[in-house]
């Protein structure tokens, strides 16, 4: 079979760089395979990528198989099969090739906290109510002082004074009846690919969102072996597909995660988020908080979606604008917004949804 009609991919290039070959799946698993041992590794995925030149055609794939090789190397048959499965579905990338990813293939104890089994020993031989969350609400000043240094001071008393608006009152959300979700935590967005299309202000324009992935972070440190944690990807060539660096040594190397080719999470369907929620709403849980990057469109359009599909199973998402992040340009008024900046008008939406909005949750 020639490795033709891939959804959005047309061709998978080959070494050398920049020269799209076809080739069998057979042949371009051989290319993968770097230590010829019939397997593929993540790690191996990755090198492999980097040395073909993948970039956004090949970028689906890449995230397919990232996700693929979470826990253990693809066997060569069943590259074979996922990428034929790839081919012939209508979907591509984004279709039924994803029921094979790790989510759909473990146990419910595993897929639902998604962290090493040390962690999970450390929670039931400690108290966790002595350890809560103590993120206090700092980060909505860090980011009034940051706006005032890279854009303006009129910029940032507009957002202040918008803030001064919304509810005040910071929840108390209990690790037991809620979960988190951090939408696109990678480095594509303050290193890679996403931020240098941005052009020559790319550098200023990302500093909100390397602030609340900054705070996303911290909340990981302290939490994450207390809270149920997810995380959406976006697919992105190799080098701006990681974790963004904030999160180095904090995300377990083996977290699982949600592809999300666009703004929305509940896309596409095979992903596993329904399933992630449905299963810890059957557990008690009714509330998901939501964070990470951005602000006035991933988060925007995930969180409607995710609080109009799960009504009816009394499900409250939660908005923290302490770990969200926007472009620095985004949080400047404009006339296509009716006076408001793109960041407000978001925040607006998301509460005429029945999203709830807060600048900060405490976990306890």
């Not at 999970?120 to 002595?130: A, E, F, P, T, V």
């Amino acid at each position: 079979m020639q490795l033709q009609a891939i959804c959005p991919p047309k061709l998978i290039s080959c070494y050398p760089p920049n020269k799209h070959l076809k080739v069998t799946l057979s042949e371009l698993f051989n290319i993968l395979d770097l230590n010829k041992n019939g397997e593929l590794s993540r790690s191996e995925l990755h090198e492999s990528a980097r040395r073909m030149g993948w970039h956004w055609n090949e970028a689906p794939i890449l995230a397919v198989f990232d996700l693929l090789t979470v826990l253990k190397p693809v066997s060569k048959n069943n590259f074979i099969a996922y990428m034929t499965q790839i081919i012939e579905d209508p979907n591509g990338p984004f279709g039924r090739v994803l029921l094979n990813s790790p989510y759909f293939l473990t146990t419910t104890a595993s897929r639902r906290f998604l962290i090493s089994k040390q962690k999970i020993s450390d929670i039931h031989k400690i108290n966790k109510k002595q350890h809560s969350s103590k993120l206090y609400d700092k980060t909505c000043n860090d980011l009034i002082l940051l706006l005032k240094h890279i854009a303006n001071l009129d910029v940032a008393n507009n957002y202040q004074n918008f803030l001064k608006n919304l509810d005040n009152n910071k929840p108390n959300i209990s690790t037991d009846n809620a979960a988190l979700l951090i939408i696109d935590p990678q480095r594509s967005f303050t290193k890679g690919v996403w931020m240098k299309s941005i052009g020559s202000k790319a550098e200023l324009e990302v500093k909100p969102i390397q602030l609340a992935y900054e705070k996303c972070a911290r909340l990981l440190n302290e939490n994450y072996r207390f809270i149920e944690t997810m995380f959406t990807r976006c697919p992105f060539p190799p080098c701006s597909y990681d974790w963004d660096d904030a999160f180095t040594g904090i995300i377990d190397t083996k977290q699982l995660y949600f592809i999300k080719p666009g703004n929305s999470v509940l896309f596409p369907g095979t992903n596993g988020f329904r399933e992630w929620v449905e299963s810890f709403i059957n557990d008690g849980k009714k509330i998901l908080v939501i964070g990470g990057c951005t602000l006035n469109s991933c988060i925007r359009i995930s969180s409607i979606e995710t609080q109009k599909y799960f009504k009816d199973s009394k499900l409250q998402v939660v908005v923290d604008l302490s770990l969200s992040g926007a472009r620095t340009s985004r949080f400047i008024q404009s006339s296509l917004y009716g006076g408001l900046s793109a960041v407000e008008s978001a925040v607006r939406e998301m509460i005429d949804a029945g999203v709830r909005v807060t600048r900060s949750v405490q976990w306890i």
